[in-house]
């Protein structure tokens, strides 16, 4: 199972970026952005899961990340791959970071995002 933290070690490796933290009404919201043109590639969320449609009780971490529909739409699963919450569900999904193994596969997805939104 990845945490926050480390997607945020990773992307700092990787990209040079740390987490922002834009709304005070969401302290744990951290937006993923690139340095140069401050978009973002990625949106961690703490949530409850029947927002999501899923059984659960307490907040779980989400990713956002951008992804090609055609790749989304095969990645969707309803389990731990989502469309995105409060996102475009085209081009966006939501994954269920305790839910979610390898690690290898979220850093890919991750790669794609990053790439997709420069």
């Not at 401050?38 to 703490?46: A, E, Q, T």
């Not at 989304?72 to 994954?95: A, F, T, V």
Request: net charge negative; glycine share 6%; charged share 30%.
């Amino acid at each position: 199972m990845l945490t926050r933290e480390d997607i945020f070690k990773h992307v700092k490796e990787k990209y040079g970026t740390s987490p922002d933290y834009p709304w005070e009404k969401y302290p744990n919201y951290a937006s993923l952005r690139h340095t140069s043109n401050k978009k973002w590639y990625g949106l961690i969320m703490n949530v409850l899961p029947e927002k999501l449609g899923l059984d659960g009780h307490g907040e779980i971490d989400i990713l956002n990340l951008k992804c090609p529909p055609e790749i989304s739409d095969r990645l969707r699963n309803g389990e731990n791959i989502l469309p995105g919450y409060h996102m475009d569900k085209e081009h966006w999904i939501s994954i269920v970071l305790e839910r979610t193994d390898p690690e290898g596969e979220i850093y890919n997805l991750i790669e794609q995002s990053f790439h997709l939104t420069k």
